[in-house]
């Protein structure tokens, strides 16, 4: 069975730009854990670094995770919601300001390790640009790729999933689609550096998310990390899963299987006007009811179309299948 997880801060006030204040109150931490615990099928939590968890309350926020029954599986350090990081993170051309990014993600490492925490999941909204002739594309993805390399090979025991979106906050983002994410992962030469696909960034950068994938699965078994979402692609609307792409995440579901990821099925949605406990438990029940459809005969079936290449037998298949003839 696949193991499923959410980002603790999905549960509670969403903001958007045209209301920052948000559309929901804002519960306590410890009640946004209860809520994931009372969630069929959720096992871990995500958290974010600042907004969730910090070195002075680590152990507190252990401490109701453990009572809840949940496990930490990554902490995303926060290098996009403050302003010192508006020009850039890791990738900043201030040198000071990529060394107080670097010491962000150390101490976020060392949160990770002192709770059992085995991942951490960058993702570098700010590290990009937004008009021609102000990005040094050489120097700046030199300096991204050296300091995940520095943090990465300082905690070898813990693994750093990149996590990459086309634009937004930025126009243009370094990590924006997952042959270039790849290839910087790869560039740092360390076997603890891999990939996170969130599924509606994949939609945005026009992706087929499958194929993405198993692009990262074939060079090195480089998919760290998986971010379930659902949008109309042209936005990172981060909406329930399965509520636009359905025999996207059919063919998705299979090829997970078929190139052997491991890793957390972890939710990450803005339910900004819904409850966010619904809207989570929405994502997780369709997800686990694919699981449940794709039986080892039905992907058998699979592979036998996928050899095929025939679309209209594939076509068949698949309505049979959704509508219970198969």
């Keep these: 069975m696949n193991r499923y997880s959410v980002i603790l801060g999905n549960l509670g006030n969403t903001c958007d730009r045209f209301l920052p204040t948000g559309y929901k109150d804002v519960p306590p931490k410890s009640?946004?854990?209860?809520?994931?615990?009372?969630?069929?099928?959720?096992?871990?939590?995500?958290?974010?670094?600042?907004?969730?968890?910090?070195?002075?309350?680590?152990?507190?926020?252990?401490?109701?995770?453990?009572?809840?029954?949940?496990?930490?599986?990554?902490?995303?350090?926060d290098l996009f919601s403050q302003k010192r990081w508006g020009l850039g993170s890791l990738s900043a051309k201030s040198a000071d300001t990529r060394r107080q990014a670097l010491e962000e993600c150390r101490a976020v490492s060392r949160i990770a390790q002192q709770i059992g925490c085995p991942l951490i999941n960058l993702w570098l909204g700010q590290d990009?640009?937004?008009?021609?002739?102000?990005?040094?594309?050489?120097?700046?993805?030199?300096?991204?790729?050296?300091?995940?390399?520095?943090?990465?090979?300082?905690?070898?025991?813990?693994?750093?999933?990149?996590?990459?979106?086309?634009?937004?906050?930025?126009?243009?983002?370094?990590?924006?689609?997952?042959?270039?994410?790849?290839?910087?992962?790869?560039?740092?030469?360390?076997?603890?550096?891999?990939?996170?696909?969130?599924?509606?960034?994949?939609?945005?950068?026009?992706?087929?998310?499958?194929e993405s994938a198993v692009l990262l699965q074939h060079y090195g078994e480089k998919l760290f990390h998986m971010h379930f979402n659902d949008n109309y692609r042209s936005w990172d609307d981060d909406m329930i899963v399965g509520s636009v792409h359905v025999v996207e995440y059919l063919e998705l579901l299979h090829w997970l299987r078929e190139t052997g990821y491991a890793g957390w099925y972890s939710m990450d949605q803005y339910p900004y006007r819904e409850d966010g406990a619904a809207a989570v438990r929405e994502s997780v029940a369709f997800l686990r009811d694919l699981e449940t459809l794709l039986t080892d005969a039905r992907r058998a079936d699979l592979r036998k179309l996928i050899t095929a290449g025939d679309a209209t037998a594939t076509t068949r298949y698949l309505r049979e299948l959704l509508f219970a003839r198969a």
Excluded at 46 to 67: F, K, S
Excluded at 170 to 197: K, Q, W, Y
């Design 31 to 77: 009640e946004l854990i209860r809520q994931a615990a009372a969630i069929p099928g959720i096992e871990g939590i995500e958290l974010v670094g600042t907004w969730d968890i910090t070195e002075q309350n680590a152990r507190d926020i252990h401490a109701l995770l453990a009572d809840a029954g949940l496990a930490c599986v990554s902490i995303i350090p």
């Design 128 to 210: 990009g640009y937004d008009y021609p002739l102000t990005a040094d594309y050489r120097t700046q993805r030199a300096h991204l790729t050296e300091n995940i390399h520095t943090v990465a090979g300082e905690f070898p025991d813990l693994r750093y999933a990149l996590e990459y979106k086309p634009k937004e906050p930025r126009n243009f983002s370094f990590h924006a689609r997952a042959a270039d994410t790849l290839l910087m992962a790869n560039e740092t030469g360390l076997p603890n550096v891999g990939v996170c696909i969130d599924v509606g960034h994949a939609f945005m950068a026009g992706e087929n998310v499958a």
